[in-house]
């Protein structure tokens, strides 16, 4: 069904786009499901009528709508639709005409008619031509009475423009969807409808990118500014949520308003109720993030979170709700009195968070506005586009480049092209990205680019190429690009039939590991004596499928990377995971590849586990297609990311602002061991020395030291089967991901 489409947020600070007055928000009534595929959507509300009408060939129905609870009959009617596709349609109560957007392919691009019919879908005279621009896509269309004009979601462009009814003139006053992306410009804006309420408003039915979909209904002014509560259409769970909502229409029921929401891929109509306009909420909310560092005698970490807004009514409370991780459920945290404009709250970890906040007046709950906030790891700390300057090229593989003195990041386009088809960035000391000489790849054309890491023991450039017949080739160049050998097979490589994601380099183990997106594993290969070869190291290791603090079920490792442990002859991988949809008809209901970067241990023996809390790309970037991944140490530890629907590189904070520890190392001399525990026994029970770290010794993060922490950290030691590995951060430099009352005042393996 999709046609066309396709911020930097610093570290602590939140995100909410909340403009008073609030007059309405969605809550989920029912569902209908219809015959028709439906697209667009009008609503008659002399008659009530609701005409649903699908995109492919203009086949349209009717159903008559009073309240969102009704289950209706489908009424068949007429379809003047006999070439190109009707992509959007309006009802205007003044001529009793309904008007059918119809969009045909014409030698430069489309072209798009008005033709017009009674309620039955008899044809009337036909209307104007839209003189829409060169570069429009165009979707639905609302009527505003006042101005005697069109509106018309761009779809290309996520803007919304209007016409002349009778001339199809283009007139002034176009504006942009709310949601575009800070950098790409991209929203995927999908509807628009003409609210007539006091001086008239638009609802939007608009997404951001990571959602690759509309996702939210946000109201506007005339001139596209936000003056109404936006409300979600996730409803329930992912089974019941919208697959593709195309359109929508403001019903003015007998008892109520509502809005349904056209439901293209899954052939349902979804109805919002929404309360009487009267209603006011809490606007322009916004949170403010401070994060204090253990350290210097302190004995607590705190990451407090400032809440305001501005109150819009008169409300005897105002309930605080933060969304659980776990259960995704909202629990009620804290609650401010009627006339309070703020509320602190103790966010107690790093990561991101959602909240709600719902004024009430007596039994009566007034309108919700939610905020996100995000604290420490995550953040951007550069973007450089790979979008523009020569060659523009989509990346699909990264590769970082470190020989002790400069750093060189690398990004290949997805497809081997004649030439230059690599760009190269070098890392200054600021942390800027400054563009140097493109190189070619060294496969031939046509192939794909699916990895590169860089070989920092024979200081040799690897690269993993996919040829046109699926076959899988390695190749070796210089950091410049010049070719040792090309044309090197896998050998017993057991990702013959799956997608292979990426490739990383384990200095520690002299050997490379791949991943594999379809079978969410990974496998190690090293090279062959003779240098003409790479041979599998190890079966396929399944990768975790449930991480900490997450919901649903992650997989997709189409970035890995490798980078020293805090122990020696330890290696961590990252790898770059997206959520795998529970939905497999539908699977854009996964929100794209690359959502976190896990931290990963591979122990001796068995497979990976999770070692460290994992990082939240999706909020930072907004973008829906992030492939490959790129590690650098100097002189933090710092991810790098390819965006390829909006062409950019994005280098992400990897570490928080609390202090950093590896979970188990009591002793604090860089291993976990046997005698870690008779120091933590020492120190509970014969008045034994503190540990210097005492988030370190507490092996269940339970937020206190007693007898379960040297019970859970001799089975981590021993490897007593069926036991939960000791709580994140292990074998892993990284900070505590759940705020408590123990310090981390020193810890030197981390230093």
Known sequence: MVRGAPAIVVCGVVLCACAAPIFAFGQYAS??????????????????????????????????????????????????VTAGDAVGIAW?????????????????????????????????????????????????????????????????????LSFNRSTGARLAGEFYAPTRHRDAKIGYGMGIEFVPIGPGYFDLLVGAVTDQRA??????????????????????????????????????GSTSHFTVIADAQRR???????????LFGVTGVTVAVQETEIGGGATAESITGTFSWKNNGVYSSIALEARDAASGDLVTIATAQGGATTLQHELGAEGRFQFRLTPAAGAAKAPSTFADARTAAGGILGIASVAS???????????????????????????AMSGASVRRFRRTAAGALDPLTSIAAPFPEGYVIVAMAWDSARSELVWLGLSPARDYHAARTTAEGVAIASGLPLIRNPFLQDQIGDMAFDARHDLFWVSAINRNAICS???????????????????????????????????LCAVPGAYAGMTILYAAMGQVPDNADFPQLGASYVKRLVPLHVPQSGSPVVAGMPIDLELATGSAALRGLAVGTRPALTAFCAAQDVGFLYEIRMYGEGPRFARGDVNSDGSINIADAPSLLAYLFSSGQAP????????????????????????????????????????????????????????????
């Not at 979707?139 to 018309?152: I, K, L, N």
């Not at 979600?232 to 195309?246: E, H, M, N, S």
């Not at 007898?707 to 007593?720: E, K, M, P």
């Open 31 to 80: 569902r209908i499901v219809t015959p028709v595929e439906p697209y667009a959507l009008a609503y008659v509300p002399s008659s009530q009528y609701l005409i649903v009408c699908q995109m492919s060939d203009g086949q349209a129905g009717r159903y008559r709508l009073t309240a969102p609870e009704q289950i209706p009959v489908l009424e068949a009617i007429y379809t003047p």
């Open 92 to 160: 205007v109560e003044q001529e009793q005409v309904l008007y059918w957007l119809v969009e045909t392919t014409t030698a430069t691009g489309f072209a798009y008619n008005l033709l017009r019919t009674n309620l039955d879908g008899w044809s009337l005279a036909p209307g104007a031509t839209l003189a829409a621009p060169a570069d429009a896509l165009l979707g639905e269309m609302t009527y505003v009475p006042a101005q005697d004009a069109f509106w018309v979601v761009d779809i290309a462009n996520d803007r919304y």
């Open 215 to 252: 996702v939210r209904v946000i109201r506007v002014d005339l001139l596209g500014n936000e003056v109404g509560a936006s409300y979600v259409l996730d409803i329930a769970d992912q089974k019941t949520r919208p697959g593709w909502p195309a359109g929508l229409a403001y019903c003015m």
């Open 268 to 278: 349902a109509l979804l109805l919002f109720d929404t309360p009487a306009p009267q």
């Open 389 to 415: 300057g020569t060659p523009a090229v989509q990346p699909f593989a990264l590769a970082l480049i470190d020989d002790g003195q400069t750093q060189t990041l690398l990004a290949a386009n997805t497809l």
């Open 525 to 559: 290969f090293q090279r062959a004596s003779d240098g003409k070869s790479f041979v599998a190291a190890s079966e396929a290791l399944p990768l975790p499928v449930s991480l900490p603090g997450e919901r649903g079920t992650w997989g997709l490792p189409c970035g």
């Open 692 to 751: 210097a770290c005492l988030d370190a010794a507490d092996t269940n993060d339970n937020g206190a030291l007693n007898l379960s922490d040297a019970v859970a950290l001799l089975r981590h030691v021993f490897g007593i089967a069926s036991q939960v590995p000791l709580a994140v951060p292990f074998y892993l430099c990284d900070t505590d991901p759940i705020a408590d009352g123990l310090s981390c005042a020193a810890y030197a393996p981390c230093q």
